[in-house]
């Protein structure tokens, strides 16, 4: 049986499309130099079982390899960043921008505050990590 869409996504053009068939984990926001200079600012990611995620059109969905670590999917027309794939692990992680509103979900945590920008100021209350949440 085919699991109930929880919620669905994409890019800024439409290109790439996809549905979230299982839980959401909340959104972590990453302060790290990889995503600040991927995403333009801080990345905000949900995440969920690879398996739970259904592409509907992914056309124009390219990979970058940020570092040996991970894996970055984008749009190949609108730039859109939408994914972070770890090399190993048990997660993906969805840029919870590119989600459809309502989400449903909300904001848990600061991640690679270390690397934060001098930019700007972690004033949300947040719990903040240094590194990684795990
Ligand atoms: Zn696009
Ligand atoms: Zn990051």
Redesign the pocket.
């Known amino acids: 049986m085919t699991a109930k869409i929880r919620v669905a996504g ?7 499309r996809y549905e979230i068939r299982g839980p959401l984990r909340g959104v972590v926001n990453c302060h790290c130099g990889l995503c600040r200079r991927m995403h333009g600012h801080v990345a905000a990611y949900t995440a969920v079982d690879p398996n739970d995620l259904v592409m509907v059109a992914a056309a ?1 969905l390219r990979w970058y390899a940020s570092s040996a670590r991970a894996q970055r999917g984008f ?6 960043s939408l994914f972070w794939k770890p090399a190993h692990g048990r997660h993906l992680a969805v840029a919870a921008g590119t989600l459809d509103s309502p989400t449903g979900l909300t904001t848990i945590a600061q991640i690679y505050t270390r690397d934060a920008g001098d930019y700007y100021e972690l004033s949300d209350g947040l719990p903040e990590y240094p590194g990684t949440l795990e």
């Open positions: 994409g890019c800024l053009c439409g290109a790439v124009t749009c190949s027309i609108c730039g859109a």
